[in-house]
């Protein structure tokens, strides 16, 4: 059963309008990752965060918000929206049990926003 | 800063022929791990291999590699390439995970 799991799958929003990402991990694992894949990018990092009320910014953060309100659920929140921000993100969790963070990824959310 | 570069965005090879993926890397941190991930189609991408040992083959699933830190390398290597092993394949170090940009990889019959 996936441990990593994303909510919705896929989403079509209006430009200027509030997106909300969800991402819930059985894993127990502290660190948890947003990224965006789109072609010729690769993954980016967006956010991240080490535990339940910790986000740290990723690489490419503008325009994106998180939130961590648990040790299990890591969100990442649109308030604006734009065409630009049309892509397929992952979240990901991180086991540190190697000394380096070990990503498992839930399977992806499509958004276009229009 | 970190970055992380494979070269190629698109190797095709046939069946049974061997196959390598490139990835070096620049990096200020002196203690580093690598990892190759590998997305499927329509799937997330997922661990392949991963090393923070210099010049130890790390093997799992019929590919290789070796991090290299005198030649800031970890290509990925398999001897003999299977049409279920085409797919996305990325490299990444580590701390915030540095991802390259992807090569896809196609297996011709």
């Known amino acids: 059963e996936a441990a990593v799991t994303q909510s919705p799958r896929n989403k079509v929003a209006v430009t200027g309008g509030k997106v909300t990402l969800s991402c819930n991990q059985t894993?127990?694992?502290?660190?948890m990752y947003w990224y965006r894949q789109d072609t010729g990018h690769g993954l980016r990092l967006i956010h991240y965060s080490y535990g339940a009320g910790s986000t740290e910014k990723g690489d490419i953060p503008d325009g994106y918000k998180a939130s961590r309100p648990s040790q299990e659920n890591f969100s990442l929140i649109l308030e604006l929206a734009t065409p630009s921000q049309t892509s397929v993100y992952f979240c990901?969790?991180?086991?540190?049990?190697?000394?380096?963070?070990?990503?498992?990824f839930g399977a992806g959310t499509r958004l276009s926003v229009l | 800063g970190d970055s992380v570069t494979q070269t190629e965005g698109l190797v095709t090879v046939t069946e049974g022929l061997p196959v390598k993926l490139n990835c070096t890397y620049q990096?200020?941190?002196?203690?580093?791990?690598f990892f190759w991930y590998v997305q499927y189609l329509n799937e997330a991408p997922q661990v392949l291999l991963r090393s923070s040992t210099d010049n130890k083959r790390t093997e799992h699933q019929g590919f290789h590699a070796t991090l290299h830190k005198s030649s800031s390398s970890f290509h990925l290597q398999k001897s003999s390439a299977q049409l279920s092993d085409s797919a996305l394949y990325y490299c990444?170090?580590?701390?915030?995970?540095?991802f390259g940009d992807g090569t896809q990889l196609v297996v011709k019959p």
């Open positions: 990096t200020t941190y002196l203690t580093i791990a």
């Open positions: 990901a969790s991180g086991d540190a049990n190697w000394g380096w963070d070990t990503l498992y």
């Open positions: 990444a170090l580590n701390n915030r995970i540095f």
């Open positions: 894993n127990n694992h502290n660190n």
